[in-house]
């Protein structure tokens, strides 16, 4: 079996890119199809947590484990390290487009160890640095007298407002956050977040038609 793991935040983009790099793979090379886990939780979540975990769990030896690259699996060396070292395990095959590697263990061990620290730490060093920079950059703005973030009380989309209609009703009935949230697959917060949104928005307008 081959298999596409794909790791995003919320840009469609960043999904529809890794995912046809590992299509393409798959497809022109492999001669394959592929089965796509996809997973949206941050990488800084514990590993067993997340769907890589999972996925990991339910590989046989031969099945082929195709990223786009190795930050997606993974931010820590250690990590990266520890889900290598199972899957070597496991005799799973680990493609990683980004970087043209390709980790077995029909390969020499110690050198596919070599390889996947030496990426790892590059990965990890790499993004510590994009992190410093990112920092150093808020706090240049900062310091020059820009206002950083949302505007104190108001709220960003969330994901019941496109059943506002719904979710109202719901809330005239007495139904409580908790069921409210259970029902649209969401958090109690998000839940009051959009009752404090609501509540700000109409008293906007009634301060607007005064």
Do not use: W
Not at 4 to 26: C, H, M, N, P
Not at 127 to 139: M, P, V
Not at 176 to 201: G, L, M
């Amino acid at each position: 079996m081959v298999y596409g793991y794909i790791r995003v935040s919320t840009d469609k983009q960043e999904y529809d890119a890794q995912k046809r790099d590992i299509l393409a793979y798959s497809n022109d090379v492999l001669l394959s199809s592929c089965s796509f886990v996809v997973e949206t939780i941050s990488s800084r979540k514990s590993l067993e947590s997340r769907e890589i975990y999972s996925l990991i769990q339910k590989l046989r030896p031969h099945d082929i484990l195709i990223v786009s690259e190795l930050s997606r699996l993974a931010r820590s060396t250690y990590e990266i390290m520890t889900i290598f070292k199972t899957l070597l395990e496991k005799e799973v095959k680990t493609i990683i487009l980004k970087g043209n590697m390709i980790i077995d263990a029909d390969a020499h061990k110690i050198q596919s160890q070599v390889l996947i620290f030496a990426f790892s730490l590059a990965a990890e060093i790499e993004r510590d640095l994009i992190s410093e920079r990112t920092k150093s950059a808020l706090k240049a703005k900062k310091a020059s007298g820009v206002i950083l973030g949302r505007p104190k009380g108001s709220f960003g989309s969330n994901k019941l407002d496109k059943h506002e209609n719904d979710v109202k009703k719901l809330l005239a009935k007495k139904i409580n956050y908790t069921s409210i949230a259970k029902i649209y697959d969401c958090s109690r917060t998000t839940v009051e977040n959009f009752v404090k949104k609501q509540k700000i928005q109409n008293e906007k307008n009634i301060h607007e038609n005064i």
